[in-house]
T-cell receptor, first 117, second 112 residues
Framework: NAGVTQTPKFRVLKTGQSMTLLCAQD?????MYWYRQDPGMGLRLIHY???????AKGEVPDGYNVSRLKKQNFLLGLESAAPSQTSVYFC????????????????FGNGTRLTVT | DAKTTQPTSMDCAEGRAANLPCNHS???????VYWYRQIHSQGPQYIIH???NNETNEMASLIITEDRKSSTLILPHATLRDTAVYYC?????????????FGDGTTLTVKP
């Protein structure tokens, strides 16, 4: 049981390049989230998904797109990377709010460290 | 979700109890208090959560005041491995999505 796995762990991009970050979870969770964390700061929600095929904007969605084609995967895309997107990106998942999972916590991956030059 | 306020940093001696405060004066009746911690460069790790009663698990205890406007996370016997950033968040559980706002947290340094 790997939990939440993020790939890649590190990446360096040049301004204007594109890339996709992959988040995979093996816990059969309904909800998945993408956060970014800038140095010395807390986490800010970028986008989230409450189920396969559905996504929604979070606090800081500009410059990012997401897709949830399979329940276990949540992809974060940068179409044209900018230096302001240099950050550590964390993915999280949680069960749906039903029954015994009603107040289940978030499960986080170990992050992708992205540098845009 | 309600906003939380935490001290920026705290120190604790190894083996002593670490008491981390959190203010959430605008908390609503349906909002739970959650605590997570983030050890250097890793993803946040869930510690404990509660609504209005005090809670205890194998990692920590959570004390919530009667008016629910503040809470304290207690690590009973802090070790060097407890050095981390601790986040207090409040979360509404009657919505579809588990959106949670993470502030800057408290950096706890456990010293030998």
């Amino acid at each position: 049981n790997a939990g939440v796995t993020q790939t890649p762990k590190f990446r360096v991009l040049k301004t204007g390049q594109s890339m996709t970050l992959l988040c995979a979870q093996d816990m059969n969770h309904e909800y998945m989230y993408w956060y970014r964390q800038d140095p010395g700061m807390g986490l800010r929600l970028i986008h989230y998904s409450v189920g396969e095929g559905t996504t929604a904007k979070g606090e800081v969605p500009d410059g990012y797109n997401v897709s949830r084609l399979k329940k276990q995967n949540f992809l974060l895309g940068l179409e044209s990377a900018a230096p302001s997107q240099t950050s550590v990106y964390f993915c999280a998942s949680s069960p749906a709010r039903t029954g015994s999972s009603y107040n289940s916590p978030l499960h986080f991956g170990n992050g992708t460290r992205l540098t845009v030059t | 979700d309600a906003k939380t306020t935490q001290p920026t940093s705290m120190d604790c001696a190894e083996g002593r109890a670490a008491n981390l405060p959190c203010n959430h004066s605008t908390i609503s009746g349906n909002e739970y208090v959650y605590w997570y911690r983030q050890i250097h460069s890793q993803g946040p790790q869930y510690i404990i959560h509660g609504l209005k009663n005090n809670e205890t698990n194998e990692m920590a205890s959570l004390i919530i005041t009667e008016d629910r406007k503040s809470s304290t996370l207690i690590l009973p016997h802090a070790t060097l491995r407890d050095t981390a950033v601790y986040y207090c968040i409040v979360r509404v559980l009657n919505t579809n999505a588990g959106k949670s706002t993470f502030g800057d947290g408290t950096t706890l340094t456990v010293k030998p």
